[in-house]
């Protein structure tokens, strides 16, 4: 491996963005190119999508620059010439990027973001952030689901694990957090993001004592302010009963957690037991196999569980493991652009998205419009970077997540649930349909 | 965000793993542990998996180490005493790994890896490991099913774009490599593997061009001898005929890409007017929603389609996202361990996967059976450190995606096939069934 940072290597991104580069350079083509990134639709499951991923984005675009080695090695493959390469020692992104604040609710088609710059720059930055965009946006739309069924009961990512690699767990324990969880179990994502940490014990802990009792008690003295103790290693009744008898000796217990089995009748069970022994203070925390629908069955069935481990299917977003999103040209050199490919054909121009609220509530419909329409509501994107500087200083991600909050606060009521509800009106607006019919009718003209 | 490359990060883990260490050491338990990481079912439409991610768990076990700042952070949370914090200055893996080479077919309930170190050492890599070994072993097992639907054509990783995060890019290009794709279109995985990259152009090209004959062109020359040309943005058959005018006009035309509609009717359309306009040798290149039914499908039909872009269904695994996969104790200081968690149970003592062969095949059964069993058959896990180094240098990947050839070679023709098959036969040593009854028996006798 090289020493080099995937997240901010600029070799992370698609050959043909190289080799296009090249070829615009040859034409000598670099005037302003606007694209917008959205997604076509809707995956199964999902009423609405939380947006995020903006200020990893961000970062990427700050940051972005080729190192020589990079350039020395993209010269060793033979496929680009010296003056090319030359050209990519200052290359730096230096355009525009309006976009969703993160943690707004957004609908297919909506732009979530929108990048006007020098076409090459606009090119080039295509791969990774369609990359970083999809995976938050993906995340934190299902942890929306997951909070929603939660019924603010706290949950935490317990997911590192089985995430796609090493930035899967970092950024969805991060979109997570924003889209409302607790916290997470992954200690650097506490470390860069601040997402707050929490952490229990593993079944090895329990099985690499020869007693399960003294497990327990070594690891509440150990830890006793954060003495969770895993009891369903070997039966879940008989050790809560030793945790009852290991706190009147005096052993701290702050909680249990259970992993298996049927975690409401668990837990109901486990309740009494911990209550008859005068542990009502102690806390139930259950994990294993978690996802919205369970959360919300175990909910809606009265469990005495105080917090939910939820990993796995949030983190991979298992029902619909992907977004059909995609980032295309709107306007070169001023003029509207679109493609018609079957099932693909997008809307030119400059975009913006209006939500309009009325007296029955905040979310009454959205209208993708062009950006000049100026039309009734709230736009939606808002000036992120402007000449390739941010507009204003990082936002907190508690803010984001204070503002992921009132958004699905906003939400109508049938969007809020689990089962598909009606499609939220999103409008084009006639002003775009028109433009697209002018742009088509100019392509049969040549 | 830290400068810290998260891909050997060691806070890229789970609270919990920090926490029990420090438990551990204040009781003093660190004797010789033994874990092992297995995948509890196949997913549905898995009739195997490939194994994959070995080389990144050595990377990262060789790797292992603490920084100042990571102790100082650790310190800062308030969590840790600092004699434990003290004793992660020099903490190093220093145990033996044993496992299946990359490449290596396997099934539910058979080790992937097997890990002898102290306890302190094999407790706290546990979230890593499998975070690496989960996320290539889910790709390459369904990069396999593709390469075996397109009998023979040629496939090319399309998906960083929807892959899950950086590093899920990186290695999910690897990962299909090993398994058989020709190779990627991620310029970073040809950099830091050698993966073969490939790459046409994009939409978007054609679009910032008034004129697709002269987005053509233009690409065209500036890479002769690269030049696959997009020829779906507007009209397919109208512009395989402009492709078919260009090269009669000597612009170099190596093949032509075509990214939605119905792939298997416009190929034949696009092979008509290709060859009809002297463009016998050009490829026609085939993307958009793949995955490995489809690309059956089209071969089956004798679409003449010469390769295969096969993207996010492939990078994400759509159709089973995770494996249920887990690492977990079997052996402390000397003596068996297992969980009898509902569900998730687990079986102990050191073991190991014999595959036999017969008059039938190479494949013919497997057995887990103790390691010290000695059973008839071929090992599958093999030592890949001991002592916290390498027993062999590192593979070189061409060689593991060799060993995944012929391992796919060997597979009984009905789990070839992409439909379901009846399991393979997996069978559980008497050895370790009378261990099992022997551990519960002397866990009730307390």
Same mark, same amino acid.
């Given at each position: 491996?090289?020493?080099?940072?995937?997240?901010?290597?600029?070799?992370?991104?698609?050959?043909?963005?190289?080799?296009?580069?090249?070829?615009?350079?040859?034409?000598?083509?670099?005037?302003?190119?606007?694209?917008?990134?959205?997604?076509?639709?809707?995956?199964?499951?999902?009423?609405?999508?939380?947006?995020?991923?903006?200020?990893?984005?961000?970062?990427?675009?700050?940051?972005?620059?080729?190192?020589?080695?990079?350039?020395?090695?993209?010269?060793?493959?033979?496929?680009?010439?010296?003056?090319?390469?030359?050209?990519?020692?200052?290359?730096?992104?230096?355009?525009?990027?309006?976009?969703?604040?993160?943690?707004?609710?957004?609908?297919?088609?909506?732009?979530?973001?929108?990048?006007?710059?020098?076409?090459?720059?606009?090119?080039?930055?295509?791969?990774?952030?369609?990359?970083?965009?999809?995976?938050?946006?993906?995340?934190?739309?299902?942890?929306?689901? &997951?909070?929603?069924?939660?019924?603010?009961?706290?949950?935490?990512?317990?997911?590192?694990?089985?995430?796609?690699?090493?930035?899967?767990?970092?950024?969805?324990?991060?979109?997570?957090?924003?889209?409302?969880?607790?916290?997470?179990?992954?200690?650097?994502?506490?470390?860069?993001?601040?997402?707050?940490?929490?952490?229990?014990?593993?079944?090895?802990?329990?099985?690499?004592?020869?007693?399960?009792?003294?497990?327990?008690?070594?690891?509440?003295?150990?830890?006793?302010?954060?003495?969770?103790?895993?009891?369903?290693?070997?039966?879940?009744?008989?050790?809560?009963?030793?945790?009852?008898?290991?706190?009147?000796?005096?052993?701290?217990?702050?909680?249990?957690?259970?992993?298996?089995?049927?975690?409401?009748?668990?837990?109901?069970?486990?309740?009494?037991?911990?209550?008859?022994?005068?542990?009502?203070?102690?806390?139930?925390?259950?994990?294993?196999?978690?996802?919205?629908?369970?959360?919300?069955?175990?909910?809606?069935?009265?469990?005495?569980?105080?917090?939910?481990?939820?990993?796995?299917?949030?983190?991979?977003?298992?029902?619909?493991?992907?977004?059909? &999103?995609?980032?295309?040209?709107?306007?070169?050199?001023?003029?509207?652009?679109?493609?018609?490919?079957?099932?693909?054909?997008?809307?030119?121009?400059?975009?913006?998205?209006?939500?309009?609220?009325?007296?029955?509530?905040?979310?009454?419909?959205?209208?993708?419009?062009?950006?000049?329409?100026?039309?009734?509501?709230?736009?939606?994107?808002?000036?992120?970077?402007?000449?390739?500087?941010?507009?204003?200083?990082?936002?907190?991600?508690?803010?984001?997540?204070?503002?992921?909050?009132?958004?699905?606060?906003?939400?109508?009521?049938?969007?809020?649930?689990?089962?598909?509800?009606?499609?939220?009106?999103?409008?084009?607006?006639?002003?775009?349909?028109?433009?697209?019919?002018?742009?088509?009718?100019?392509?049969?003209?040549?």
């Amino acid at each position: 491996m090289t020493a080099r940072d995937p997240e901010l290597d600029p070799l992370l991104t698609d050959l043909y963005e190289l080799t296009m580069l090249q070829a615009y350079r040859a034409s000598g083509m670099n005037d302003t190119a606007v694209f917008e990134m959205f997604v076509r639709a809707l995956p199964p499951g999902r009423n609405f999508l939380l947006a995020a991923g903006l200020e990893q984005v961000v970062e990427y675009l700050l940051g972005l620059r080729f190192a020589d080695d990079d350039l020395a090695w993209l010269a060793s493959t033979g496929r680009f010439d010296d003056a090319f390469l030359d050209s990519l020692r200052d290359f730096r992104f230096t355009g525009d990027l309006d976009a969703m604040p993160e943690g707004t609710v957004a609908f297919a088609d909506e732009p979530l973001l929108r990048v006007t710059a020098p076409l090459r720059e606009a090119q080039f930055i295509e791969s990774r952030v369609l990359n970083l965009v999809h995976l938050q946006t993906l995340v934190a739309s299902k942890a929306a689901r &997951c909070v929603l069924a939660a019924a603010g009961k706290p949950l935490i990512d317990f997911g590192l694990r089985r995430a796609h690699g090493a930035e899967a767990g970092l950024l969805s324990a991060r979109a997570s957090y924003l889209a409302g969880f607790a916290g997470t179990a992954t200690v650097a994502a506490a470390r860069r993001f601040g997402v707050p940490v929490f952490g229990t014990m593993a079944h090895s802990f329990v099985q690499a004592h020869d007693d399960e009792a003294a497990a327990f008690a070594d690891f509440a003295r150990a830890q006793p302010a954060n003495a969770t103790l895993l009891i369903d290693t070997y039966d879940t009744a008989r050790a809560a009963h030793k945790v009852v008898a290991l706190a009147r000796r005096g052993v701290p217990v702050q909680g249990v957690r259970i992993d298996s089995g049927d975690l409401g009748a668990h837990a109901r069970e486990v309740r009494r037991i911990l209550d008859e022994g005068g542990l009502a203070q102690a806390r139930i925390f259950a994990s294993g196999n978690l996802d919205e629908e369970r959360v919300q069955a175990l909910v809606a069935g009265g469990a005495p569980i105080d917090a939910f481990g939820v990993g796995t299917r949030m983190n991979v977003s298992a029902d619909a493991p992907f977004l059909d &999103c995609a980032y295309k040209l709107a306007e070169y050199a001023g003029k509207p652009r679109r493609k018609r490919s079957e099932g693909k054909a997008t809307w030119p121009g400059r975009k913006q998205v209006f939500r309009r609220a009325d007296s029955a509530g905040p979310m009454a419909g959205d209208l993708i419009a062009l950006d000049a329409d100026q039309a009734q509501g709230t736009p939606l994107l808002v000036p992120v970077l402007r000449a390739g500087a941010r507009v204003d200083p990082p936002p907190a991600l508690t803010a984001l997540r204070e503002r992921a909050r009132e958004q699905m606060a906003m939400l109508p009521e049938a969007l809020r649930a689990l089962a598909p509800a009606p499609p939220y009106p999103v409008a084009v607006a006639p002003s775009v349909r028109t433009l697209a019919d002018a742009v088509d009718a100019q392509a049969r003209s040549r």
